[in-house]
């Protein structure tokens, strides 16, 4: 609360601009409120509770693969056939 020149003492409510995280739409809420507008406040209230609690998140992995019986063949070629272009990289 602040009070002006004359010692009157002014109420203030700071509010921001949010989206609600069910829908979507953009609303003014009073800062520090709740994260669904009035319309999804009630539809959330009704969804039933979590089963499991959260847990730490583990990526998936699978083996290597691997293929047997290859060689990686690389041929000898002449490298000078290229010329380099006029023109600084």
Same mark, same amino acid.
């Given at each position: 609360?602040?009070?002006? +020149?004359?010692? +009157? @003492?002014?109420?203030? /409510?700071?509010?921001?601009?949010?989206?609600?995280?069910? &829908? %979507? *739409?953009?609303?003014?809420?009073?800062?520090? $409120? %709740?994260?669904?507008?009035?319309? &999804?406040?009630?539809?959330? $209230?009704?969804?039933? $509770? %979590?089963?499991?609690?959260? *847990?730490? /998140?583990?990526?998936? @992995?699978?083996?290597?693969?691997?293929? +047997? +019986?290859?060689? =990686?063949? @690389?041929?000898?070629?002449?490298?000078?056939? =290229?010329?380099?272009?006029? %023109?600084?990289?």
């Amino acid at each position: 609360m602040k009070s002006d +020149e004359k010692g +009157e @003492v002014k109420k203030q /409510i700071g509010v921001e601009l949010k989206y609600c995280e069910h &829908c %979507g *739409s953009l609303w003014v809420r009073e800062r520090g $409120a %709740g994260v669904y507008c009035n319309n &999804c406040q009630l539809k959330v $209230a009704d969804l039933p $509770a %979590g089963k499991q609690k959260p *847990s730490r /998140i583990v990526l998936p @992995v699978r083996p290597p693969t691997v293929v +047997e +019986e290859y060689e =990686f063949e @690389v041929e000898n070629e002449d490298f000078n056939d =290229f010329e380099a272009a006029g %023109g600084a990289a």
